[in-house]
């Protein structure tokens, strides 16, 4: 769906920013389409780390809600990774020391190659968001 939806977006001027699995997401789309991203927290394997929610979950926001976290869910996200960036110089990694969902050394790892802020504390959410917001505005060339 992402892919019909940005099919004719010009390629030299977007960008893609992402949060956790949109990180990974957004990691996905630069890689297809050759654009810049802005990749905050971004989950790196997801598919490993989301085996374990295979069945009936409830939701996060309202546990009344209840969900079915299938199996081919995570065949979906194994078929999206790739193994390396083929332009590092196109994505700008956030990464919070502290983020208590993912691990912050596989996400520096993976992006090490690339202009990123790493982050002393701070959390999954990069509350402290508003304070990067310059470096990523200059990173897209909108300051």
Same mark, same amino acid.
């Given at each position: 769906m992402v892919a019909q939806g940005i099919a004719n977006w010009p390629r030299k001027s977007m960008a893609v920013v992402g949060s956790s699995l949109g990180g990974f997401y957004a990691t996905h789309v630069a890689e297809q389409t050759g654009c810049r991203a802005v990749l905050l927290n971004p989950a790196v394997h997801p598919a490993r780390d989301l085996t374990r929610y295979i069945g009936?979950?409830?939701?996060?926001?309202?546990?009344? =809600? /209840?969900?079915?976290?299938? %199996?081919?869910?995570? *065949?979906? @996200? /194994?078929?999206? %990774?790739? =193994?390396? @960036?083929?332009?590092? *110089? /196109?994505?700008?990694? $956030?990464?919070?020391?502290? =983020? %208590?969902?993912? =691990?912050? /050394? *596989?996400m520096?790892?993976?992006?090490?190659?690339?202009?990123? @802020?790493? $982050?002393e504390g701070g959390n999954h959410a990069i509350s402290d968001f508003a304070d990067h917001l310059p470096a990523v505005l200059e990173f897209l060339g909108l300051n």
């Open positions: 009936e979950q409830t939701s996060w926001h309202n546990p009344q =809600d /209840r969900f079915f976290f299938k %199996e081919e869910f995570v *065949e979906e @996200l /194994r078929c999206l %990774e790739n =193994d390396a @960036l083929t332009q590092p *110089e /196109r994505y700008l990694a $956030v990464i919070a020391k502290g =983020d %208590e969902v993912l =691990d912050w /050394r *596989e520096h790892g993976k992006y090490a190659g690339c202009p990123g @802020l790493l $982050v």
